[in-house]
Protein backbone atom coordinates (compact mmCIF):
# COMPACT_ATOMS: atom_id res chain seq x y z
CA UNK A 1 0.00 0.00 0.00
CA UNK A 2 1.51 3.51 -0.87
CA UNK A 3 2.45 5.37 1.71
CA UNK A 4 2.81 8.87 0.71
CA UNK A 5 3.15 12.43 3.03
CA UNK A 6 4.35 14.33 -0.09
CA UNK A 7 0.43 16.07 0.83
CA UNK A 8 1.40 16.53 4.45
CA UNK A 9 4.53 18.71 3.71
CA UNK A 10 3.09 20.85 1.33
CA UNK A 11 0.18 21.77 3.21
CA UNK A 12 3.06 22.88 5.82
CA UNK A 13 5.00 24.73 3.48
CA UNK A 14 1.62 26.37 2.65
CA UNK A 15 0.74 27.32 5.83
CA UNK A 16 4.27 28.63 6.77
CA UNK A 17 4.48 30.65 3.43
CA UNK A 18 1.07 32.18 4.85
CA UNK A 19 2.52 32.80 7.54
CA UNK A 20 5.87 34.34 6.22
CA UNK A 21 3.80 36.89 4.41
CA UNK A 22 2.38 38.67 7.69
CA UNK A 23 6.26 38.38 9.04
CA UNK A 24 7.23 40.58 6.15
CA UNK A 25 5.11 42.63 5.89
CA UNK A 26 5.65 42.90 9.60
CA UNK A 27 9.43 44.10 9.49
CA UNK A 28 8.92 46.22 6.59
CA UNK A 29 6.02 48.36 8.83
CA UNK A 30 8.41 48.67 11.37
CA UNK A 31 11.28 50.02 9.16
CA UNK A 32 8.54 52.45 7.89
CA UNK A 33 7.68 53.24 11.75
CA UNK A 34 10.81 53.28 13.26
CA UNK A 35 11.94 55.38 10.54
CA UNK A 36 9.73 58.02 11.14
CA UNK A 37 9.78 57.55 14.86
CA UNK A 38 13.67 58.20 14.57
CA UNK A 39 13.13 61.33 11.83
CA UNK A 40 10.70 62.95 14.38
CA UNK A 41 13.09 62.43 16.99
CA UNK A 42 15.87 64.17 15.37
CA UNK A 43 13.43 66.90 14.16
CA UNK A 44 12.19 67.46 18.02
CA UNK A 45 16.50 67.76 19.45
CA UNK A 46 16.95 69.95 16.27
CA UNK A 47 13.96 72.13 17.67
CA UNK A 48 15.23 71.86 21.39
CA UNK A 49 18.71 73.21 20.23
CA UNK A 50 16.79 76.11 17.88
CA UNK A 51 14.52 77.04 21.07
CA UNK A 52 17.68 77.35 23.55
CA UNK A 53 19.27 79.11 21.17
CA UNK A 54 15.99 81.70 20.68
CA UNK A 55 15.68 82.19 24.36
CA UNK A 56 20.03 82.66 24.65
CA UNK A 57 19.72 85.37 22.22
CA UNK A 58 16.66 87.49 24.07
CA UNK A 59 17.44 86.29 27.47
CA UNK A 60 17.67 88.31 30.14
CA UNK A 61 15.47 91.10 28.68
CA UNK A 62 12.60 88.48 27.67
CA UNK A 63 11.86 85.06 29.26
CA UNK A 64 9.49 83.20 27.36
CA UNK A 65 7.92 80.86 29.72
CA UNK A 66 5.94 79.51 26.89
CA UNK A 67 9.11 77.99 25.04
CA UNK A 68 10.56 77.12 27.93
CA UNK A 69 7.26 74.91 28.62
CA UNK A 70 7.57 73.56 24.82
CA UNK A 71 11.10 72.48 25.01
CA UNK A 72 9.85 70.92 28.37
CA UNK A 73 7.92 68.75 26.77
CA UNK A 74 9.99 68.13 23.63
CA UNK A 75 12.22 66.62 26.42
CA UNK A 76 10.00 64.80 28.03
CA UNK A 77 8.88 63.15 24.33
CA UNK A 78 12.04 62.53 23.19
CA UNK A 79 13.16 60.55 26.06
CA UNK A 80 9.88 58.31 26.27
CA UNK A 81 9.57 57.95 22.64
CA UNK A 82 13.36 57.58 21.65
CA UNK A 83 15.81 57.30 24.93
CA UNK A 84 13.44 54.59 26.87
CA UNK A 85 13.46 52.27 23.95
CA UNK A 86 15.49 49.35 24.61
CA UNK A 87 16.26 48.81 20.59
CA UNK A 88 18.02 52.33 21.03
CA UNK A 89 20.05 51.57 24.26
CA UNK A 90 23.30 50.77 22.77
CA UNK A 91 26.91 52.87 21.75
CA UNK A 92 27.55 55.04 18.92
CA UNK A 93 31.14 54.78 18.09
CA UNK A 94 32.23 56.24 21.65
CA UNK A 95 28.87 57.95 22.54
CA UNK A 96 25.83 56.49 24.15
CA UNK A 97 22.57 58.31 23.36
CA UNK A 98 21.25 58.07 26.83
CA UNK A 99 24.38 59.70 28.41
CA UNK A 100 24.10 62.44 25.49
CA UNK A 101 20.51 62.98 26.64
CA UNK A 102 20.99 62.89 30.48
CA UNK A 103 23.94 65.65 29.85
CA UNK A 104 21.25 67.77 28.01
CA UNK A 105 18.74 67.68 31.09
CA UNK A 106 20.99 68.15 33.08
CA UNK A 107 22.58 71.68 30.87
CA UNK A 108 19.17 72.19 30.12
CA UNK A 109 17.62 71.66 33.59
CA UNK A 110 20.86 74.40 34.98
CA UNK A 111 20.05 77.04 31.88
CA UNK A 112 16.07 77.81 32.38
CA UNK A 113 17.26 77.49 36.39
CA UNK A 114 19.50 79.97 36.06
CA UNK A 115 18.16 81.96 33.23
CA UNK A 116 15.66 84.33 35.59
CA UNK A 117 18.75 84.72 37.79
CA UNK A 118 21.43 85.42 35.40
CA UNK A 119 21.70 89.24 34.66
CA UNK A 120 25.10 89.10 32.81
CA UNK A 121 24.62 89.08 29.27
CA UNK A 122 28.29 86.94 28.97
CA UNK A 123 26.90 84.53 31.33
CA UNK A 124 23.77 83.72 29.55
CA UNK A 125 25.56 83.35 26.04
CA UNK A 126 27.90 80.98 27.78
CA UNK A 127 25.19 78.99 29.31
CA UNK A 128 22.85 78.58 26.41
CA UNK A 129 25.68 78.04 23.93
CA UNK A 130 26.66 74.69 26.09
CA UNK A 131 23.13 73.93 25.94
CA UNK A 132 22.66 74.66 22.15
CA UNK A 133 26.12 72.74 21.19
CA UNK A 134 24.74 69.73 24.05
CA UNK A 135 21.86 69.35 21.44
CA UNK A 136 23.48 69.30 18.10
CA UNK A 137 25.89 66.32 19.59
CA UNK A 138 22.76 64.53 20.79
CA UNK A 139 21.47 64.74 17.49
CA UNK A 140 24.26 63.48 15.33
CA UNK A 141 24.55 60.45 17.58
CA UNK A 142 20.87 59.74 17.22
CA UNK A 143 20.85 60.47 13.40
CA UNK A 144 24.09 57.77 13.45
CA UNK A 145 21.89 55.37 15.52
CA UNK A 146 18.59 55.36 13.05
CA UNK A 147 21.11 55.23 10.38
CA UNK A 148 22.59 51.73 12.33
CA UNK A 149 19.09 51.04 13.27
CA UNK A 150 17.48 51.09 9.41
CA UNK A 151 20.41 49.21 8.21
CA UNK A 152 20.11 46.28 10.31
CA UNK A 153 16.51 46.49 9.61
CA UNK A 154 17.05 46.41 5.80
CA UNK A 155 19.21 43.15 6.37
CA UNK A 156 16.55 41.59 8.91
CA UNK A 157 14.08 42.55 6.04
CA UNK A 158 16.15 41.07 2.73
CA UNK A 159 16.92 37.87 4.92
CA UNK A 160 13.20 37.06 5.49
CA UNK A 161 12.32 38.01 1.89
CA UNK A 162 15.33 35.44 0.85
CA UNK A 163 14.28 33.30 3.31
CA UNK A 164 10.74 33.02 1.64
CA UNK A 165 12.11 33.05 -1.45
CA UNK A 166 13.76 29.24 -0.78
CA UNK A 167 10.33 28.28 0.96
CA UNK A 168 8.61 29.54 -2.15
CA UNK A 169 10.83 27.31 -4.74
CA UNK A 170 10.75 24.48 -2.00
CA UNK A 171 7.03 24.82 -2.47
CA UNK A 172 6.72 24.46 -5.99
CA UNK A 173 9.39 22.04 -6.22
CA UNK A 174 7.53 19.25 -3.48
CA UNK A 175 4.54 20.40 -5.46
CA UNK A 176 5.92 18.99 -8.83
CA UNK A 177 7.31 16.37 -7.30
CA UNK A 178 3.66 15.50 -5.74
CA UNK A 179 1.76 15.95 -8.51
CA UNK A 180 4.22 14.02 -10.31
CA UNK A 181 3.93 11.17 -8.06
CA UNK A 182 0.02 11.74 -8.53
CA UNK A 183 0.11 11.06 -11.83
CA UNK A 184 2.31 8.27 -11.05
CA UNK A 185 -0.21 7.26 -8.30
CA UNK A 186 -3.50 7.04 -10.58
CA UNK A 187 -1.89 5.08 -13.22
CA UNK A 188 -0.92 2.29 -11.38
CA UNK A 189 -2.76 2.37 -8.31
CA UNK A 190 -6.50 2.25 -7.05
CA UNK A 191 -7.47 5.38 -4.98
CA UNK A 192 -10.74 3.88 -3.13
CA UNK A 193 -8.50 0.62 -1.98
CA UNK A 194 -4.99 1.57 -2.40
CA UNK A 195 -4.31 -1.48 -4.46
CA UNK A 196 -2.60 -1.72 -7.61
CA UNK A 197 -5.14 -1.13 -10.08
CA UNK A 198 -6.00 -3.31 -13.60
CA UNK A 199 -3.02 -1.84 -15.95
CA UNK A 200 -0.80 -2.57 -13.09
CA UNK A 201 -1.94 -6.12 -13.06
CA UNK A 202 -1.54 -6.82 -17.04
CA UNK A 203 2.07 -5.32 -16.61
CA UNK A 204 2.88 -7.42 -14.21
CA UNK A 205 1.21 -10.76 -15.37
CA UNK A 206 3.44 -11.23 -18.47
CA UNK A 207 6.89 -10.95 -16.81
CA UNK A 208 5.64 -12.96 -14.41
CA UNK A 209 4.50 -15.80 -16.58
CA UNK A 210 7.84 -15.36 -18.12
CA UNK A 211 9.93 -15.62 -15.31
CA UNK A 212 8.08 -18.95 -14.07
CA UNK A 213 8.44 -20.59 -17.45
CA UNK A 214 12.15 -20.10 -17.57
CA UNK A 215 12.81 -20.63 -13.72
CA UNK A 216 10.62 -23.38 -14.10
CA UNK A 217 8.65 -22.41 -10.62
CA UNK A 218 4.78 -22.38 -9.82
CA UNK A 219 2.98 -19.47 -10.90
CA UNK A 220 -1.03 -18.97 -9.79
CA UNK A 221 -3.55 -15.92 -9.82
CA UNK A 222 -6.64 -15.46 -8.03
CA UNK A 223 -9.65 -13.80 -8.70
CA UNK A 224 -11.80 -12.81 -5.64
CA UNK A 225 -15.49 -11.15 -6.53
CA UNK A 226 -17.74 -9.31 -3.75
CA UNK A 227 -20.55 -10.85 -4.06
CA UNK A 228 -23.78 -8.91 -4.37
CA UNK A 229 -22.11 -5.69 -4.91
CA UNK A 230 -24.39 -3.90 -6.89
CA UNK A 231 -27.13 -4.18 -4.12
CA UNK A 232 -24.25 -3.11 -1.47
CA UNK A 233 -23.60 0.52 -3.67
CA UNK A 234 -27.40 0.85 -3.84
CA UNK A 235 -27.90 0.15 -0.27
CA UNK A 236 -25.21 1.95 1.30
CA UNK A 237 -24.23 4.79 -1.89
CA UNK A 238 -20.93 5.37 -2.99
CA UNK A 239 -19.12 7.05 0.60
CA UNK A 240 -19.94 4.06 2.29
CA UNK A 241 -19.06 1.62 0.06
CA UNK A 242 -15.75 3.11 -0.68
CA UNK A 243 -14.99 2.83 2.96
CA UNK A 244 -16.10 -0.25 2.35
CA UNK A 245 -13.03 -1.14 -0.41
CA UNK A 246 -10.89 0.35 1.38
CA UNK A 247 -10.97 -2.02 4.98
CA UNK A 248 -11.67 -4.78 2.08
CA UNK A 249 -8.09 -3.78 0.65
CA UNK A 250 -6.22 -3.55 3.54
CA UNK A 251 -8.01 -6.69 4.68
CA UNK A 252 -6.29 -8.73 1.60
CA UNK A 253 -2.86 -6.85 1.98
CA UNK A 254 -2.77 -8.35 5.49
CA UNK A 255 -3.54 -11.89 4.09
CA UNK A 256 -0.81 -11.63 1.51
CA UNK A 257 2.81 -11.64 1.29
CA UNK A 258 4.93 -8.86 0.28
CA UNK A 259 6.15 -10.77 -2.90
CA UNK A 260 2.50 -10.89 -4.12
CA UNK A 261 1.05 -8.46 -6.65
CA UNK A 262 -2.42 -7.35 -5.04
CA UNK A 263 -4.82 -5.75 -7.02
CA UNK A 264 -8.26 -3.73 -7.80
CA UNK A 265 -9.18 -6.05 -10.91
CA UNK A 266 -12.50 -4.30 -11.55
CA UNK A 267 -15.45 -2.58 -9.49
CA UNK A 268 -16.11 -5.28 -7.45
CA UNK A 269 -13.24 -7.73 -8.25
CA UNK A 270 -9.71 -8.39 -7.19
CA UNK A 271 -6.60 -9.92 -8.74
CA UNK A 272 -3.68 -11.66 -6.72
CA UNK A 273 -0.64 -12.81 -8.47
CA UNK A 274 1.09 -15.61 -6.20
CA UNK A 275 4.89 -16.43 -7.65
CA UNK A 276 6.61 -19.40 -6.62
CA UNK A 277 3.24 -20.82 -4.78
CA UNK A 278 2.33 -24.46 -5.49
CA UNK A 279 -1.77 -24.46 -6.20
CA UNK A 280 -2.07 -26.41 -3.21
CA UNK A 281 -1.04 -23.84 -0.89
CA UNK A 282 -2.84 -21.03 -3.16
CA UNK A 283 -5.99 -23.04 -2.24
CA UNK A 284 -5.34 -22.90 1.39
CA UNK A 285 -4.12 -18.47 1.23
CA UNK A 286 -7.76 -18.13 -1.30
CA UNK A 287 -10.01 -20.30 1.44
CA UNK A 288 -8.30 -18.17 4.42
CA UNK A 289 -9.70 -15.40 2.73
CA UNK A 290 -13.27 -16.46 2.24
CA UNK A 291 -13.35 -17.22 5.94
CA UNK A 292 -11.51 -14.03 6.93
CA UNK A 293 -14.17 -11.71 4.93
CA UNK A 294 -17.16 -13.80 5.65
CA UNK A 295 -16.18 -13.18 9.76
CA UNK A 296 -14.65 -9.80 8.84
CA UNK A 297 -16.57 -6.53 10.75
CA UNK A 298 -16.68 -3.69 7.86
CA UNK A 299 -19.36 -1.76 9.58
CA UNK A 300 -22.76 -2.88 7.36
CA UNK A 301 -25.69 -4.51 8.39
CA UNK A 302 -24.84 -8.10 6.86
CA UNK A 303 -22.12 -10.04 6.72
CA UNK A 304 -19.80 -9.85 3.22
CA UNK A 305 -19.18 -12.79 1.41
CA UNK A 306 -16.90 -13.16 -1.47
CA UNK A 307 -16.53 -15.57 -4.18
CA UNK A 308 -12.75 -16.80 -5.49
CA UNK A 309 -11.41 -18.59 -8.26
CA UNK A 310 -7.56 -19.77 -8.52
CA UNK A 311 -5.69 -20.53 -12.13
CA UNK A 312 -2.62 -22.29 -11.60
CA UNK A 313 -0.29 -21.28 -14.87
CA UNK A 314 0.86 -23.83 -17.44
CA UNK A 315 4.01 -23.91 -19.47
CA UNK A 316 4.07 -22.49 -22.83
CA UNK A 317 0.24 -21.55 -22.04
CA UNK A 318 -0.38 -17.55 -23.44
CA UNK A 319 -0.64 -14.85 -20.68
CA UNK A 320 -5.06 -13.62 -22.08
CA UNK A 321 -5.76 -17.50 -21.96
CA UNK A 322 -4.11 -18.07 -18.57
CA UNK A 323 -6.14 -14.82 -17.11
CA UNK A 324 -9.49 -16.07 -19.36
CA UNK A 325 -9.42 -19.41 -17.74
CA UNK A 326 -9.45 -17.51 -14.17
CA UNK A 327 -11.78 -15.15 -15.33
CA UNK A 328 -14.18 -17.91 -16.64
CA UNK A 329 -14.20 -20.02 -13.23
CA UNK A 330 -15.05 -16.93 -10.87
CA UNK A 331 -18.07 -16.58 -13.35
CA UNK A 332 -18.78 -20.20 -12.29
CA UNK A 333 -18.02 -19.47 -8.53
CA UNK A 334 -20.65 -16.10 -8.36
CA UNK A 335 -23.21 -18.39 -9.30
CA UNK A 336 -22.47 -20.45 -6.42
CA UNK A 337 -21.78 -17.26 -4.07
CA UNK A 338 -19.22 -17.74 -1.19
CA UNK A 339 -17.20 -20.42 -2.73
CA UNK A 340 -13.75 -21.00 -4.11
CA UNK A 341 -13.36 -22.79 -7.72
CA UNK A 342 -10.06 -23.83 -9.33
CA UNK A 343 -9.66 -23.18 -13.01
CA UNK A 344 -9.46 -26.06 -15.11
CA UNK A 345 -6.64 -26.34 -17.81
CA UNK A 346 -8.32 -25.61 -21.15
CA UNK A 347 -7.44 -28.09 -23.61
CA UNK A 348 -6.73 -27.19 -27.05
Keep these: MLRDWS ?79 SSNQFDIGFHNPQIEFS ?30 KQSTKLS ?34 FIRSYMRRQLEKHTIYD ?21 AERHEYDLSIMFIAIDDFDDMLKMFGTEKNDKVLERFGGLLLSLTRTSDTTCRYDDDTFAIITPQTDLQNVLMVAERIRMKVLAHDFMIQHPMTVSLSVAKYQPGEEVNGF ?26
Excluded at 193 to 204: M, P, V, W
Aim: contains cysteine.
Design 7 to 85: SLRITVLLYLLVFLFPINLYFANKLIDDTQNDATTVKNIGLIGGGIQQLTIYAPEKIDKQMIASLDLMLGHVDSQFMQR
Design 103 to 132: SLKVCWRNFKTNLPKETERKAILKSGEKCW
Design 140 to 173: IVVEKMANVKREQALNGLYLSLVFTMIITVLMIY
Design 191 to 211: LATKLFNRDYFYAEIAPACSL
Design 323 to 348: VQRAEKTLDEARKIRNKVLTAEVMRS
